[in-house]
């Protein structure tokens, strides 16, 4: 399983979108690492199919 983190410097709730996502992992008994992926422009946006921040995939599904 892949997890991934997508966001955005200056989100305001990606920090805190990592830590619901690692209380539920945690629940679930899920020992999988976290891909954290900053965005740092437009042009990595749309190569990412970045719909906004923080954005978290499952197996590449939003």
């Not at 979108?17 to 740092?40: F, H, N, Y």
């Amino acid at each position: 399983m892949k997890i991934e983190l997508l966001w955005f410097d200056g989100c305001p709730n990606h920090e805190h979108a990592r830590a619901l996502l690692e209380d539920v992992l945690r629940e679930l008994g899920v020992r999988q690492s976290i891909e954290t992926i900053r965005v740092d422009d437009a042009a990595s946006a749309e190569a990412a199919h970045f719909p906004g921040s923080p954005t978290i995939r499952v197996d590449g599904v939003d």
